[in-house]
């Protein structure tokens, strides 16, 4: 082959690998995102629901109220189903201590229950709960697709010296906290047995 002519074949190679790489990399960027919710998700762990429990808690997605002390958190997230499915008007009970470590008992106060909206989702305003004595900071919280079981579970805050030692403390139930100067953003997505 002459030299000419091997230098024409190198450059029409170069010109289908850029022409082949350009389909590709167009190809990929049509091709649809990975989803957040992975198909077979495990549902959210089960936990007790302690000795404070009250039913018939208000319905109202902001446990403060006026003067209460503590750092104001809002936790926003989805009810869904292990396939994915967001569970709409899905019951959120959640009850919690104050920032002391003490819980109401008489009334409702950081007590209440909301429903998902029609995608799922929820938002919920309220305190960080102070350590209950041989606790480390917790939630107490109720989730019920319409007609279905009750799953009662716990969550939990991140980077908390009495995680280490509270034997009911669960990785998986750890809340996604942003500190912010005045509040703190959290999110968790509960997974519901289908």
Known sequence: MERRGFFSLL???????????????AQAQSLRPTPSCPDGAQPTPRQTAGP??????????????PGMPGMKIVVTGMVRLANCQPVPRALIDVWHADDRGAYDNAG???????????????????????????????????????????????????????????????RELVLRVQDGAEVRAATFDFVLRA
């Open 52 to 65: 404070y429990f009250k039913p018939h808690s208000p319905e109202r997605a902001s446990l403060l109220e």
């Open 108 to 170: 409702f106060r950081l007590r209440g229950h909301q429903y998902t909206d029609d995608q799922g989702r929820y938002r919920l305003e309220t305190i960080v709960p102070g350590n209950y004595p041989g606790r480390t900071r917790h939630f107490h919280v109720n989730v019920q697709a319409p007609k279905g079981p009750v799953l009662t579970t716990q969550l939990y805050f991140p980077g908390e010296a009495g995680n280490a030692g509270d034997p009911i403390f669960s």
């Open 11 to 25: 450059a029409g190679m170069s010109t289908g690998l850029c022409m082949a790489r350009m389909a590709g990399t």
